[in-house]
């Protein structure tokens, strides 16, 4: 894993998304949640109090804004406003066995809310640029409201999971299936 979130793949942006995910479910995601989290995707080592599990939670707000956002103009201003209001000094970095790839140096001693703030701007909108647009979504099944990056190079996404399309799948097959039978 990086040890930034903004290398110009969906790597970073995968954090994001699971982030956003844990905090639009209602559930409280704690100080060693978050720490779990950033580990697991290769983050730094914040050592984080329950109040900063709190920014951290609530400025995830503005990225699920964002991952809301289906309008490519509208994601480009709220991604500009976000780099506006917490800018990162893009840097080249060459991580062991890999090429060269574009990292942030966020100021970290201001906390992690905006450290996550501006690796995550600059993130999305290094995405954002390679794709032409957002490609990000809300997943399309009608009981799951989770976030997803699109990775895919032909037809847009729709779903979070491979779950998630296969029971849209399913339940259309057997709703086609008990009409016919009638």
Excluded: K
């Excluded at 969906?10 to 580990?39: C, K, S, Y």
């Excluded at 290769?42 to 956002?69: D, N, S, V």
């Amino acid at each position: 894993m990086p040890e930034n979130l903004t290398d110009a793949n969906p790597r970073g942006l995968h954090f994001i998304v699971e982030l956003a995910n844990a905090v639009q479910d209602g559930t409280r995601v704690g100080a060693a949640d978050l720490m779990d989290l950033l580990a697991r995707h290769g983050g730094p080592p914040f050592r984080l109090t329950e109040a900063e599990a709190g920014q951290l939670c609530e400025a995830t707000g503005e990225l699920i804004g964002i991952l809301a956002t289906t309008d490519p103009d509208a994601a480009a201003e709220a991604i500009n406003a976000l780099l506006g209001r917490h800018p990162a000094r893009p840097h080249l970095v060459r991580l062991p066995g890999r090429p060269w790839s574009l990292h942030a140096q966020a100021d970290r001693s201001a906390g992690p809310a905006p450290w996550l703030l501006s690796t995550a701007a600059l993130a999305l909108g290094l995405w954002f640029s390679e794709r032409g647009g957002c490609a990000w979504g809300r997943c399309a099944a009608p009981d799951c409201e989770h976030y997803f990056i699109d990775t895919g190079r032909r037809t847009p996404q729709r779903y979070c999971s491979t779950r998630c399309a296969t029971r849209v799948r399913v339940a259309a097959h057997r709703a086609q299936r008990g009409a016919a039978a009638d």
